[in-house]
């Protein structure tokens, strides 16, 4: 891939390397390896964890990509090694089914406060305690602030996370980061481009093939040949029409319009 | 508005819902550059060429979008950009005195040099709109449902692509090479990714359309289609909403249906309705 050139400004930066990196039309380790550094020149971070909602169970997470920067820093301070650290994250992060858990780790609890961010502030954190006991390393919280971001799709478990730790010291910086309107544009966009990738509505769940393959119909054909393609007969088409409907819920004259928006996201 | 946040906005927007007005702001975008005083976006596939925007002197010119040429491969600087600069473009110039050296050895063609490719007498740029990964190489299906259109040949970038053509005032070549170096080519992967997104689409046909041009339909024609797109209403009602004739409304409807087939959410998709929220930002004449 062509590298991208340095700017002064992080956030331009940053969003280069999202709208060129993070893209429907990239393989997995690159689009993840590309937001993680991405997040990390943004917010002048030293390491990065993304991970997504796994496509299988639809309630799980899995690591993508786990970025230690050991090199310079975004903004140049020079740190204690030189060269980006990538391996892999924990290969498989249970979330609850429900709010009250039982939670086995923080991507857990963070998945279920709904909020793109989840602040959790030293090993003292009430957040910590929500952790089920046996599960809970109080070491790992110590001596650090710990993010959580969260971007959600419509499900209860977010499509993707990134979590990354900081010194308590410097945390400050990085709220301020974080409420800011550069965070708050480049945030909107990486969630864009997830979804572009990902794309999973919701409210197609059900459906069967035969039913996406009427809609695909509804979206780019007339009655006629809709009728010819599936091979069924007209007053059957309308039928299966008029049911889709009713399960979309939406009035039948909106329903190709409802079939184009899922087709685009196909 | 300057090249960052130009290039900021192409990024976000959605690239099958916004095309039209993406492709207005790619064209904007690269005008934005200093010494550039024009661009043209052009599609170009195996055989033809078609000029899907056309922005010169800070304006649209829809009279002239959407005109098919013929692909003259390879004796223009269109296609040997294509097929030997994907990754830099070139810098077309014409006459007989030399060239000067560009910052960061920027590839140039003349007369001279290139005796094969045709040079016209305008100082230009032609930058393929490419994205940095390797597009020969098909993505593993199963990341994205969108990928899946990747494996058909007419897919591949090589074949079918973007190109902007930018003419440069010849004075100012060197400043606008400098600007390329800065922001050029990070402007033209962001739009070089936008634009894969369109053509790899599989069901990009159903609203892109090289040859498709919005700025033909009439104002009635546009008032009718975009009231029946919102509200989906029977012609006796939008009839009495647009308050015109019903005859005058079944004439226009089947004026279209004649022209562009009788699937009327296509042409609505195609002139940019569904992800339209402010119609005068997509530069196209408004009602």
């Known amino acids: ?266 | 508005m300057d090249t960052p946040s130009i290039t900021q906005q192409i990024a976000r927007l959605n690239a099958l819902t916004e095309m039209g007005l993406l492709f207005d702001t790619v064209c904007r975008a690269w005008v934005t550059a200093p010494g550039c005083t024009g661009a043209r976006l052009i599609h170009a596939d195996g055989a033809n060429r078609h000029q899907i925007r056309y922005y010169f002197d800070g304006t649209f010119d829809h009279t002239r979008v959407s005109r098919p040429m013929r692909n003259l491969r390879p004796l223009d600087p269109l296609s040997y950009a294509l097929e030997g600069k994907k990754d830099t473009g070139v810098v077309v110039w014409p006459g007989d005195d030399d060239p000067p050296v560009l910052p960061g050895g920027f590839p140039v063609i003349t007369p001279k040099d290139v005796a094969h490719v045709q040079v016209r007498n305008h100082c230009r740029a032609v930058m393929p709109l490419s994205w940095g990964h390797d597009l020969s190489k098909p993505v593993p299906l199963g990341q994205s449902s969108s990928s899946a259109a990747t494996l058909e040949p007419m897919n591949l970038l090589n074949a079918n692509a973007l190109v902007i053509n930018a003419t440069i005032n010849p004075d100012r070549i060197i400043e606008w090479a400098e600007w390329m170096r800065e922001h050029g080519f990070v402007l033209k992967h962001v739009c070089g990714e936008r634009m894969t997104r369109v053509l790899r689409h599989p069901h990009r046909d159903f609203w892109y359309d090289p040859e498709f041009s919005p700025s033909a339909l009439s104002v009635v024609e546009r008032q009718y289609l975009r009231l029946w797109w919102e509200t989906k209403l029977p012609e006796t009602k939008l009839a009495e909403l647009l308050e015109l004739d019903p005859k005058t409304i079944a004439k226009t409807r089947r004026g279209l249906v004649e022209r562009y087939g009788d699937n009327l959410h296509r042409l609505a998709c195609r002139m940019g309705y569904m992800g339209a929220t402010n119609e005068d930002s997509s530069g196209i004449p408004t009602l």
């Open chain 1, 1 to 266: 891939m062509t590298p991208i050139l340095e700017t002064p400004n992080r956030w331009i930066s940053a969003t280069a390397q999202v709208a060129i990196g993070v893209s429907a039309n990239s393989e997995a380790t690159q689009t993840y390896r590309a937001l993680a550094l991405a997040l990390i020149t943004a917010l002048n971070l030293r390491s990065c964890l993304i991970t997504v909602r796994d496509r299988e169970t639809n309630q799980h997470h899995v690591s993508m990509s786990m970025i230690r920067l050991n090199g310079h820093l975004p903004n140049g301070e020079a740190t204690y090694a030189s060269q980006y650290l990538i391996q892999d994250g924990p290969e498989f992060i249970p979330i609850a089914d429900n709010p009250d858990g039982p939670h086995l780790n923080m991507h857990s609890v963070a998945a279920w406060t709904k909020s793109r961010l989840t602040v959790v502030d030293g090993h003292l954190d009430p957040m910590v305690r929500q952790i089920t006991s046996a599960y809970r390393y109080i070491d790992e919280w110590v001596g650090k602030t710990s993010f959580f971001v969260n971007w959600y799709d419509g499900r209860d478990v977010p499509l993707c996370t990134a979590s990354f730790g900081i010194r308590p010291a410097q945390a400050g910086a990085l709220r301020e980061d974080l409420d800011s309107t550069e965070w708050s544009e480049l945030y909107q966009l990486v969630g864009q481009r997830l979804i572009e990738r990902r794309p999973d509505p919701v409210e197609l769940d059900g459906l069967s093939d035969r039913d996406l393959e009427v809609l695909t119909c509804l979206a780019r054909d007339s009655i006629e040949d809709a009728a010819e393609k599936l091979a069924i007969t007209k007053s059957s088409y309308l039928r299966r029409r008029r049911e889709l409907a009713r399960r979309m819920n939406v009035a039948i004259e909106q329903l190709p319009t409802e079939a184009i928006r899922w087709i685009l996201q196909a």
